[in-house]
Structure formats: C-alpha cells, structure tokens
C-alpha cells in the first residue's frame, strides 16, 4: 500500500524527505509492469514522468510548487496532448500524434503535477465496459475476469490498482461514475461547462465532459478546482468563479437536504445496491441530514432521449475521420469515395460504426422530427423535472449502476441490455449536473458498490462536502 492518503499528505512527506517523488514514480512505473495484465494503458512516458518529478521535487524542497505538486496522473487517451499519441482506442487514429494539449491537462501540468501516461478506454469513449478498445479489454482489479466499467475503463483500473494517484477521464453518460463505482473508488462528472473541453476528442459535444478518479475525497477535489474555470478556447465554458474545493471538504452544512426519487430503485436494480444505497441514506438520516421524497417522472425516457441525442452527435462529430485528413487510410482503393468509404469500413470498431448509423438514421429528413426535434423535448422535461426537485433539496441520492461489475463478455453481444448500465447515470448529462460515484461497499461477491449523489448545477461543493462526511464517517 502506498505511504500516503492524500495529496496533502504526499507533499508533505515529500517536502520533509520522507517520500522521494522521483522514487514514487519509479514504483508506480514497477507496478504498472507488475499488472500489466490489466491492460490500463496505451502509452507510458517514463522518461518526462521521471524528469518532470525530479524537477518538482525540488520545488516543492524550496517552497515554490503548485497546488497539484506531487500527484502522479494518467489521462484517458481522448484527450490531447502535445507531441504524444492520441488514439481514442480507435485504429482510425492510429500513429496520430497531438498537435497540442487539452486545457484541462494543461492546467495540471502548470500545477505541477507529474504526467505518467495515457489510459485504455472504449473506442471514442462509446461503451460501458471497455470491450470496444482496439488496445483490448482493460480488466477489473478487484476481480480480473470482470469488466472495469467504461468507457474510462483504464483510468478506473488504474486508479483501483494504484498503478498512478489520479486519473483524468471523460463522461457523456456515465463514462466516470460507472466505471468508478464497478472499481470501489470516486469519481466525478462536473457540471456541463464547469470544465474546458478544448483538446477533447468530441464523441457528443452537448452531454461530453471531463473529469477525474481517484482514492480520495480530497485528490478529486484538489484536482477539479485546478481543471474547472472558463477557457477562452471553448465557447460553452462557464465564466463562474470555482470555488476553493479542497479548503471547503469540511464545512459542511448538516442541514442538506438530501432526495431520493423512486424512479431510481424499480425494476433491474439489484437487491444488494437497493440495500447499500438504504443504509447509506439511514445513515444520513441519523446524522442529522434530512431526508425527503422527490419525483422525477421523465426518468423512463433517459436512456431512449440519451442515445438518440449522442448518436445524433457522435455522427456529426466523426464524419471528420475520413482517412484523408490525418489517422488510418485504407490501402487499396480506386477512388476518392472508395477511400472515404474504405478507410471508415476497416478501421471504426462494430460499436461505433453503430453509433454512426443510428444517429444518422435519427437526423435523417422524415425521422428528424419523430426522434432527434423530439428527443430534444423530452431533454428539457428531464432538465425540468430536476431543476424542481433542486428547488426541495440540495442532493439527490441514487445507485450508481443497477448491477455491480459484470464478466467480460457479458453483455457485449446484446447492445440494449449494455445501455441499460447507463439507466442511473445518463440523466446527469441530459441535464447538465453534476454527478459523483461514491464507493459505499461490496455484494456477497466482494465486488464493490457504488452511491451516486448529484447536484444542481455548480453546485460541486455539495457534492465534495457530503462525499467527504460519508468517506470519513459510513
Ligand atoms: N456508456 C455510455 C455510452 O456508451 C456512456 C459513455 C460515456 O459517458 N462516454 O454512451
């Protein structure tokens, strides 16, 4: 195990000689080799990892680091960074090298935090278990013939097996709560705009957004107060102040009112996570949060509303993969649209090329209406139905996922039943809250379950607060 809990506690003992960062890193590096079996990475960059912790562990000796100095982070290969392979699990991008960084691992790195590779997902971030990943499977650490969840597969193993101390991943329907709660650690999708998508790889530009997991409270907090803020480089950013995260973990007010809706807990759910999630809103109830009732009646059109608007999306966006631009081109074709066609044929996986055809199914003149015009709709009545059950409550309390980790192989042949995962978790994006994954136990199994609280909109604080009482106190 490794001689920290949290950041705070990390520089702390880096800063005192205790720990060598540049030593952590070379354990880190050693047990990624040691469970390479679990397949959470694409890419590693030892030798900057190496240097760059070098570099800070003598600004932190001299007092002059930034606020992530000392955390060792991986990030999912969806997002950007200069000189270094992104691929998107996807054969189109294969040998496709970024021209340069993403925002939000930008932000990291001028706050001094150490780098150490890219992470396996599913192909474009479209998926839930990270089976549609030309890289392979990643595998549960908790237990390997199990998926790790996805798409953020990788970067939840990784974080599970602490192969690194954070990982950045993305969520556009539950592609970091689902995937945490699957692994037992936390994770967070912020408000939509909270966090800079420049230098994301869009998969559904409207639902996308990035966040992080990690094994504590305190390391999420510390590092989405770095990656949120307005970003001149995406439009739909927020220019809204983001609040101090970490300073705040403690100052709870007790007087939350926390929801539940019942919506949340029907039919599909299992018994086990329905009996997880009651505990954990007992014992809130007993701590002096109160507990009240809210309906959230457009929650049966989430997963139907959810996957006509992102495969809408996802068409449009990936019509740029085209083999003549940059990525995989097909070798043998007579003409300009065999290439296009050639191209797009060998190298998308079976998922996305789904995506693809349904979305542009759902855009297409006679079906616009019927399902993309009306999709939309029914998205704003989800956004409603929350936006009244916030005007009552501060949290709502729900299950992460309706099962916990399922074996690898499962599901992949039966697509619904694979969306149906997302059934807790996609309402989050439809609306454009936040939600967090919060490990709150294990089935008969040992497999870990997860709670997920979710929040009005830039109302992150709550959720940190709250997952921190339950961290230190359920
Ligand atoms: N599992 C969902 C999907 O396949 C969510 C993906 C995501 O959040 N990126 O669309």
């Known amino acids: 195990m490794l001689p920290y809990k949290c950041i705070s506690e990390k520089k702390q003992k880096i800063s005192s000689g205790e720990i060598s960062l540049k030593d952590n890193v070379i354990s880190f590096l050693n047990r990624i080799e040691d469970q390479k079996d679990l ?3 694409n890419f590693l960059f030892p030798d900057d990892a190496l240097a760059v912790a070098a570099i800070v562990e003598d600004k932190i000796k001299k007092g002059t680091a930034g606020k992530l100095a000392g955390m060792v982070i991986a990030v999912k290969d969806v997002l950007s960074i200069k000189d270094k392979p992104l691929t998107c699990s996807s054969k189109i991008l294969k040998n496709f090298t970024s021209v340069y960084t993403a925002t939000t691992v930008q932000k990291l790195i001028d706050e001094d935090a150490v780098i ?6 599913d192909e474009f971030a479209m ?11 990643a595998l549960n650490p908790i237990d390997k013939s199990r998926v790790p969840g996805g798409s953020s597969g990788g970067s939840a193993a990784a974080v599970a097996a602490r192969l690194c101390d954070v990982a950045l991943g993305t969520d556009t329907g539950g592609s970091i709560r689902q995937p945490a709660s699957f692994c037992g650690i936390y994770g967070i999708k912020p408000t939509y705009g909270r966090v800079s998508r420049y230098g994301l790889t869009a998969f559904a530009s409207s639902f996308d957004s990035v966040g992080c997991f990690a094994n504590s409270v305190e390391d999420m907090a510390s590092v989405m107060q770095v990656m949120s803020g307005r970003d001149e480089l995406d439009s739909t950013s927020s220019p809204k102040d983001v609040p101090p995260y970490p300073e705040e973990l403690n100052n709870l007010n007790k007087k939350f009112t926390i929801g539940i809706a019942e919506e949340y807990f029907g039919k599909g759910l299992s018994p086990e996570i329905k009996l997880a999630v009651e505990k954990l809103l007992g014992f809130l109830n007993d701590n002096g949060f109160n507990t009240v009732k809210v309906t959230l009646p457009y929650s049966k059109y989430t997963i139907a509303a959810y996957y006509i608007l992102t495969t809408a999306e996802a068409s449009s966006n990936l019509a740029r993969y085209d083999g003549a631009h940059y990525g995989f081109r097909s070798a043998d074709s007579s003409s300009l649209i065999d290439m296009y066609r050639n191209s797009r044929s060998e190298a998308f996986g079976s998922e996305v090329k789904r995506r693809i055809m349904l979305g542009t199914y759902v855009l297409s003149a006679g079906y616009y209406d019927a399902y993309y015009r009306k999709a939309q709709k029914v998205r704003r009545l989800i956004k409603t139905d929350f936006d009244n059950a916030f005007q009552k409550v501060d949290i709502i309390l729900t299950p992460t996922t309706p099962t916990t980790a399922f074996k690898i ?4 042949q039966d697509p619904l039943q694979m969306y149906l995962n997302d059934i807790y978790t996609t309402s989050a994006n439809l609306a454009g809250i936040p939600g967090m994954n919060v490990p709150v136990g294990i089935d008969s199994l040992g497999l870990p379950i997860g709670a997920q609280l979710l929040a009005g909109q830039f109302n992150e604080s709550k959720l940190f607060q709250v997952a921190k009482f339950i961290e230190s106190n359920f």
């Open 409 to 412: 192989g499962e599901n992949i």
């Open 116 to 121: 150490i590779g890219k992470t396996n997902c």
């Open 39 to 41: 397949n959470a990475f």
């Open 127 to 137: 998926g839930s278990s990270n089976e549609n990943s030309a890289f392979g499977n």
